[in-house]
């Protein structure tokens, strides 16, 4: 379709498939790239990440307290004379002589001929002072089994194990790991360029908007979901209804984006920017059967996908979730958001012949209640919402406690 008016409303499926086609030598070879260990945040790494290092790396005490032989406190309670103090950070080798105790840090070495750590709780030092161990002794209150609080080299990884499997999104956990192992840099997925294009005289983004004005509320949301989706912004600016104000900034986004998402502008009505600059490069300007969200439209400008939502705030980030969220998610190497089921709590009302996505909100038990109204210009009642309530076409009305399918926001 060209913008026919006329022509019978696609379904959602067969507009997500035409995405998800346009989509797909985006994803079929996945850049990488290098990034410091301090960025790698939310990252999915491109490759296992193998230790070079073991760890811990070198044998260290678990505790403050002693190090001792197990065998020469067999006897305890025993008293030991203490031959010298290791703090972490010790980094000359330390030997033990038989019979005595050296007092010991957590994270320490652990000194040549020790096997076992007191910790200091279970001690008292009887001679001496805690600023001066010249002449000390430390009275050991029980005996310990062999290897007691003692942490062996490479316990937790060894050299060439797998810190960080391919295809890992990073968390804080992984990148303490990483970075214990000393690795400085991390191999990830790249991530998909997106630009992200608004549009309407009536836009302002910062101070008091005139009579007729509104705020751009899509451009923070399109960027908000396209972060969240793996992806970043390349670029995000909006114009007028003047189409060549728009035609330049869409040569701006064609020529450093992967893909461009542009939000408004593509109705059948007068001030239509966007689609009026699309259609002489061959766009499908349609009608798909769901609300919101109803007008869509794609092109391929360049081998650059784009992709056209209408303007409404709940339209804009509906037409997201069901249409490029996932796929974007694919090409940066994320699990998928598939619909769950819940129960209705309330009866809703819907539009025969069109899906509906109503706005609402999980209960804990099983259970979704509709929440604000299904107009698309709603944005504060949608923020009240944790779900999209997916109420299929066919029907023109769902009874309390009919299971429907839901889509996490």
């Given amino acids: 379709m060209t913008g026919d008016p006329t022509a019978r409303p696609r379904s959602v499926e067969e507009h997500a498939a035409l995405v998800a086609r346009m989509l797909e030598p985006l994803s079929e070879q996945p850049a990488e ?5 301090d960025r790698a945040l939310g990252r999915v790494t491109a490759a296992e990440v193998r230790s070079e290092v073991d760890l811990p790396l070198f ?4 505790m403050d307290g002693y190090a001792v032989r197990a065998a020469d ?31 010991i840090m957590t994270g320490a070495p652990v000194p040549t001929g020790a096997d076992t750590i007191v910790p200091v709780e279970d001690t008292e030092l009887v001679l001496g002072r805690d600023d001066d161990l010249a002449g000390a002794v430390v009275e050991i209150r029980r005996s310990r089994v062999k290897g007691e609080y003692v942490r062996e080299r490479g316990s937790d990884v060894r050299r060439g194990d797998v810190l960080v499997p391919a295809g890992t999104r990073l968390g804080p956990r992984h990148l303490a790991a990483l970075a214990a192992a000393g ?29 007729g004005q509104v705020y751009d509320a899509n451009s923070i949301a399109l960027a908000a979901l396209v972060e ?11 114009s007028d209804d003047d189409p060549e104000a728009f035609q330049r900034i869409l040569d701006e986004a064609l020529h450093g984006c992967d893909l461009v998402i542009t939000s408004g502008g593509i109705s059948h009505g007068a001030y239509e920017v966007v689609r009026e600059v699309l259609l002489p490069h061959g766009a499908d300007v349609t009608t798909v059967a769901m609300q919101p969200g109803g007008p869509q439209a794609t092109a391929v400008i360049g081998g650059i996908p784009v992709f056209a939502f209408p303007g409404n705030p709940v339209s804009t980030q509906v037409s997201f979730v ?16 598939p619909p769950a089921e819940a129960a209705l709590t309330d009866a809703v009302r819907s539009i025969p012949g069109r899906r509906q996505f109503l706005r609402g909100l999980l209960d804990g038990e099983g259970g979704v209640s509709p929440v604000s109204g299904p107009s698309s210009h709603l944005v504060a009642g949608m923020a009240k919402a944790d779900v999209l309530i997916d109420v299929p076409e066919e029907a023109d009305a769902l009874e309390s406690g009919a299971t429907v399918a839901v889509w996490t926001l």
Wanted: hydrophobic letters at 45%; charged letters at 15%.
């Fill in 33 to 37: 790239e290098a990034v410091p260990l």
């Fill in 59 to 62: 044998r260290n005490s678990q």
């Fill in 73 to 103: 406190i067999a006897s305890a309670p025993v008293a030991l004379e203490v031959s010298g103090d290791i703090p972490a950070g010790h980094t000359s080798p330390v030997s033990l002589i038989s019979g005595t105790a050296l007092r």
């Fill in 183 to 211: 690795v400085q840099n991390v191999t990830v997925r790249a991530r998909l360029r997106v630009g992200i294009l608004t549009s309407g005289t009536e836009l302002v983004t910062s101070g008091t908007p005139a009579f």
């Fill in 228 to 238: 969240e989706a793996g992806a970043t912004v390349s670029l995000r600016t909006s």
């Fill in 322 to 337: 069901v249409f490029l969220r996932g796929p974007l998610r694919a090409a940066a190497g994320l699990p998928d958001l």
